[in-house]
């Protein structure tokens, strides 16, 4: 299947292709240089049939709300833009490139994630959607999963980021929605009826951490009897299996302790009376958590979880 962009193709006079990274439902990724900064970036290339059902003044709004949002966990987002090719037109937007990879390429690797890396992933994540859920208007992430979580090896330690923005929208403009984007399993239950709020991507994230700690899934869904490319099966099937409570998580994990299995039920919550309303909230009760130790580099080059491609 060809792609958008092939590698060398200049956009705009700025930014060289440097190679196809990969695509997801709204678009395709190419890493890029930018011919002035000197410096690599990724492109995320809009697909045609998104832009065509979209408000493309809400992209332009939701990018321009984005770049201001400077963050050390964040992935910074740098500009909006179009560009044509063989008479089509185009919608990109650009963002920083990591040296790293996301939490999904290290979880082919390691199952389950030793305590105190999953928690220092966890609260560094947390941090960067601290400043998205303190914007004004508030930024809902919407998309929160181990694909958008990316791990920079340019510091003394990986560094969780989130990323990938690209469907996120402010609070104000939810109601403009088409649809539920993102990926269903980590919904929040509101999410089913078109209802996005902070403590939503709290829930995501929540599920999240789970993984990173147990290596599987809070319910157990029933997959053989439900038909995975229908988008109303997935969504019964999924509300079906978390009719009952989610399996504790130090039945896959005996060093979970209590006090943090009690954090990682909350934040995973169906009832948003009990979960916690904010990243904040969160943040704060990891901190008082046991799970953190020294995580420096040498720590997790011991562990393996370093990669090397």
């Known amino acids: 299947m060809a792609h958008i962009l092939s590698k060398s193709d200049l956009i705009n006079d700025t930014y060289e292709v440097v190679f196809f990274i990969g695509e997801g439902a709204f678009g395709e990724v190419y890493r890029v240089k930018h011919k002035y900064f000197d410096d690599f970036q990724v492109m995320k290339v809009f697909k045609q049939e998104y832009t065509d059902n979209t408000d493309l003044n809400e992209i332009i709004i939701e990018a321009q709300l984005l770049s201001k949002l400077t963050h050390p966990n964040i992935v910074r987002v740098f500009e909006v833009n179009e560009f044509l090719k063989k008479g089509t037109k185009y919608y990109f937007m650009t963002m920083s490139f990591v040296s790293g990879e996301s939490l999904t390429q290290l979880l082919r690797r390691k199952i389950q994630l030793d305590l105190p890396v999953a928690t220092s992933i966890i609260m560094d994540v947390l941090a960067g959607l601290e400043i998205v859920h303190q914007n004004s208007p508030v930024i809902v992430h919407r998309d929160i999963n181990t694909d958008n979580i990316l791990l920079s090896y340019d510091g003394m330690k990986p560094q969780g980021l989130l ?124 901190k008082g958590t046991e799970a953190l130790e020294d995580i420096s580099m040498n720590y997790w080059d011991d562990q393996g979880l370093v990669s090397n491609t």
């Open 163 to 286: 990323g990938d923005f690209g469907i996120a929208r402010s609070l104000t403009q939810i109601d403009k929605l088409v649809g539920a984007g993102g990926r269903y399993l980590y919904f929040a239950p509101e999410c089913f009826w078109d209802c996005y709020l902070p403590a939503s991507d709290v829930f995501s994230l929540g599920i999240v951490f789970y993984k990173l700690l147990t290596g599987t899934s809070p319910w157990q869904y029933d997959y053989d009897n439900y038909d995975m490319s229908d988008t109303s099966d997935v969504r019964v099937m999924i509300n079906s299996g978390r009719n009952h409570k989610p399996i504790e998580p130090n039945i896959f994990n005996d060093q979970i302790s209590d006090k943090l299995q009690r954090i990682v039920l909350r934040s995973i919550e169906k009832d948003m009376e009990k979960r916690y309303r904010t990243a904040v909230e969160f943040l704060s009760d990891l």
